[in-house]
């Protein structure tokens, strides 16, 4: 899936706004550039530092500090790679650093609100089930195999958007990857 | 056959509704018990923290309320390393001291002494001085290390035979 399908999200006047077009509209001084950002990528990044261990009351606080540091930093991204990519990795980063300033909080904590709701009552027994399963399993994995989970399966990032949030290439991120899943799935058998 | 590792890449993009199993993938998804599996653990990851409440439209507010209030960004000159470029400047600064201060080895490596690093400095001042005092400044100086060690011995046929006597007396430790 190329970056043209995914960061064509929002539309305009029936033309689609890509992530490039927002970033050199918001460099031009259009401050609602940002703002469609924010929207577009703000839920999605609050559901993968909540699942990389930070604390729900500080979800929103530091999703805020990473658009924050992305817009500041901006001059950092190169255009040809994907805004997506770049800013989880910008989110990682705050995570890592809200964990030293915590010094090294509990990691992942489980809440009510984080299993997915069923439509039938047995399914859902059984979604509860494999979610605190696959939570306590993640918590169990090195931290690079537990970021390329999360950003392959929940966030459905492809390979090359993995390497470039992880400073690493596809090959590699591929690598994390089965290995992730290879280990969850010894921890869940 | 269907490849396990083959239809691993493919499960979230499945899962995401970006891809669809073909017939034989779907097959082998009812029949394979560690790709079944997987295919559990990739639907129960895209719903992981599902739930997490996040207010984008505070957040849209908070971050463009922050960039207002933050500032141009750094720029260029904001990500020059400084310190850096000033221990840069402090080094070249001290090699130029040095080059003044330490005077350099002659061609035959032998390192000027102090007496004629402070007549080089004075060069200049000497030019414009008579021959009277030029004298009176050689006096000042005092004798140099030269005239302290003594000059050369006279050739062996130039002593009487008495001062011959003493000399091979003193050397014999008689």
Known sequence: MGPSCQEALLWVGGQPVTDPELVAAWRGGDESAATQLVHRYAAALGRYLAASGAASAEVEDLVQDTFFKAFRGLHGWRGDGSFRGWLYRIAGNVLKDRFRQNKGRVFLEIEEHDIVDAADPAGELAADEMGRQLQAGLRRLPRLQREVFLLRVQQGLDYSEIAASLGSTPGAARVHYHHAVRRLKELLA | ?174
């Open chain 2, 1 to 174: 056959m269907i490849d396990c590792e083959a239809m691993r890449d493919r499960m979230p993009d499945v899962a995401h509704a970006r891809a669809r199993w073909t017939d034989p993938e779907a097959s082998h998804l009812d029949a394979c018990a560690d790709c079944a599996l997987e295919w559990r653990i990739v639907r129960a990851g895209i719903a992981l923290e599902a739930g997490t409440v996040v207010v984008t439209d505070r957040v849209a507010r908070s971050v463009t309320d922050r960039l207002r209030n933050a500032g141009p960004p750094p720029g260029v000159v904001g990500r020059i390393p400084w310190r850096g470029v000033v221990i840069g400047l402090i080094a070249a600064a001290a090699c130029v001291a040095l080059m003044f201060w330490v005077p350099l080895p002659d061609r035959a490596g032998r390192r000027p002494t102090g007496d004629s690093t402070i007549a080089a400095a004075m060069l200049p001042e000497l030019q414009g001085l008579d021959e009277s005092q030029l004298r009176s400044v050689l006096q000042s100086l005092g004798p140099s290390p030269a005239d302290a060690t003594p000059g050369v011995l006279p050739h062996l046929g130039d002593l009487t035979d008495s001062e011959l006597e003493q000399l091979l007396r003193s050397e014999g430790g008689q």
